[in-house]
């Protein structure tokens, strides 16, 4: 066979490999568009910062050099923000993990029983919708104000995404398998574990998702109001804000979202990992 054959037959190969795992290839164009937007909004961010303002304006949008200069070539500054970070890292895991699987206890009840659904979701429902800010001086009343409370509004911010979202995957199973379950008579549990489970991974990863952003949010915002030991990254925001130290507060605020993508990406890939084995396309 020829080196041209042989190429072809490779490339047939691959693209068979495509089509069988509903996954297209990604071509140059999806790996550099991130890129040349992320250069846009850094061209975007000098402009504004060193032509649009005037001198003594520039504290309103310090420019990124200056910002990385002081924010994280600081060695007291970056140790001060490293050390918050990690506080609401375990504020923001803590209360994601909790969230996970109460969550799913509290879906999975429902789909089991229509009576409980009626009975629970509309209390949950009014959960998500009570804003959480009202909430905030209660829990400090009951709870105190340090760690514990800032767990507690984590998971008041990111049970919700959770509980609709393996509820609807609970719900979504394909009629005719269920039909086939309860004709051969099998138990209750099994059909759960054996069909409406793994039927609901996809929507129950993609709450997954929408619950890592929305923890790492609420260990932000449980940081401005309980404020009793050690300072997370939310603490800091508040602090330099109040000093007007725009570089320190842009370098907590881009620490907080890095936060926030890096457990967002890592249930994106768990996702794809543990659902792969069943479903060809990729989730979000």
């Known amino acids: 066979m020829s080196v041209r054959g042989a190429r072809r037959l490779m490339a047939l190969a691959r693209g068979s490999r495509a089509l069988r795992t509903g996954r297209p290839r990604a071509t140059w164009r999806d790996r550099t568009a991130p890129l040349v937007l992320f250069a846009v909004i850094i061209g975007v961010w000098y402009f504004v910062s060193l032509v649009v303002l005037d001198r003594d304006r520039r504290f309103l949008l310090p420019s990124p050099d200056s910002v990385v200069r002081v924010a994280f070539l600081d060695g007291h500054n970056l140790s001060q923000l490293l050390r918050a970070l990690w506080l609401s890292t375990s504020v923001a895991l803590i209360g994601l993990g909790v969230s996970i699987v109460l969550g799913m206890a509290v879906a999975i009840a429902m789909s089991q029983a229509r009576w409980i659904e009626k009975s629970v979701y509309p209390y949950a429902v009014i959960l998500q919708t009570i804003p959480t800010l009202a909430m905030v001086p209660l829990i400090g009343f009951w709870f105190g104000y340090g760690f514990l409370s800032r ?134």
């Open 151 to 284: 767990v507690i509004v984590c998971v008041l911010i990111a049970l919700f995404p959770v509980i609709s979202s393996t509820l609807f995957g609970l719900q979504s199973v394909n009629q005719d398998m269920l039909d086939l379950f309860r004709l051969h008579r099998i138990p209750r549990w099994r059909r759960l574990v054996s069909l409406q489970l793994p039927a609901a991974m996809p929507a129950t990863f993609a709450g997954f998702q929408v619950c890592a952003g929305l923890s790492v949010v609420g260990a932000v915002v449980g940081d401005f109001f309980f404020k009793q030991g050690k300072p997370g990254i939310g603490v800091l925001i508040d602090l330099y804000r109040a000093r007007l130290l725009s570089q320190q507060l842009f370098g907590a605020v881009i620490l907080a979202s890095l936060l926030g993508v890096v457990v967002f990406t890592f249930f994106g890939w768990l996702s794809r990992l543990v659902t792969g084995r069943w479903y060809g396309a990729e989730t979000p």
